[in-house]
Structure formats: C-alpha cells, structure tokens
C-alpha cells in the first residue's frame, strides 16, 4: 500500500498561482505513475495530469494544458503541481493518485491509492 499525503491548497484571486505537493510513502516501489485529479461540488472526479516517477514524462487534461505543470522531486517520492493562471473553474478538491501501471492512464479506476485530498479555491 501507498500512503499519499497532499498540501499546499487555499485561496488565490484569479490569475494567481498555487503548488501543490503529493509525498509518498511505504510501497512507493508500486507507485511508478503519480497523477492528479480534480472534484468541483455536484461533478465527478476530472483528470489533470499524470507524470511518470521513472522517465519524468508529463500528460495534461486540455483544460489546464499550458497552465499547470506536473514535476517530481529528485528522490522521485514527490510530485508536484504547480498550477499558474488560476481561474474560478479551478476551484475543487485536487487528490493525488498512484498507480503501479506504467503507462498514461486517466482514469480513476486504475489508481488504486488516492491521498486526503486539499481544497482549491479561485476567487473572481
């Protein structure tokens, strides 16, 4: 089991700037691809972005393409999201995700460990 912990969430005007970060431990071996999604109130879970702990290799959801960018750190037991040109369609709560699949995935069902999650707000 992987034990994901978020930080980094609160509230920012819009057009501001947040970095999230997701910490992983216990069996990080099976968690090669660390993702982030998304729940804004009455809509379902919405992919962000995913990166690979081995190779670095990023993918995004359109709707942030350009805006958010996914890293990790050297130890690879840290990923981050560094969300730039926030708007109000943001706001949600953002959860880290891991999986032991190696390749890109968007779907919630192939992430077996989620963190707590951590709210997001962007005010207009």
């Known amino acids: 089991q992987v034990h994901l912990v978020e930080s980094g969430g609160g509230l920012v005007q819009a057009g501001g700037s947040l970095r999230l970060s997701c910490t992983a431990s216990g069996r990080t071996f099976s968690s090669v691809t660390m993702a982030w999604f998304r729940q804004a109130p009455g809509k379902e879970r919405e992919f962000v972005g995913t990166i690979n702990r081995i190779t670095g290799s990023t993918d995004y959801a359109d709707s942030v393409k350009g805006r958010f960018i996914i890293s990790r750190d050297s130890a690879k037991t840290s990923a981050y999201l560094q969300m730039n040109s926030l708007k109000p369609d943001d706001t949600a709560i953002y959860y880290c995700?891991?999986?032991?699949?190696?390749?890109?995935?968007?779907?919630?069902?192939?992430?077996?460990?989620w963190g707590q999650g951590t709210q997001v707000t962007v005010s207009s």
């Open positions: 995700a891991a999986s032991p699949r190696y390749a890109f995935t968007a779907h919630p069902a192939d992430f077996p460990s």
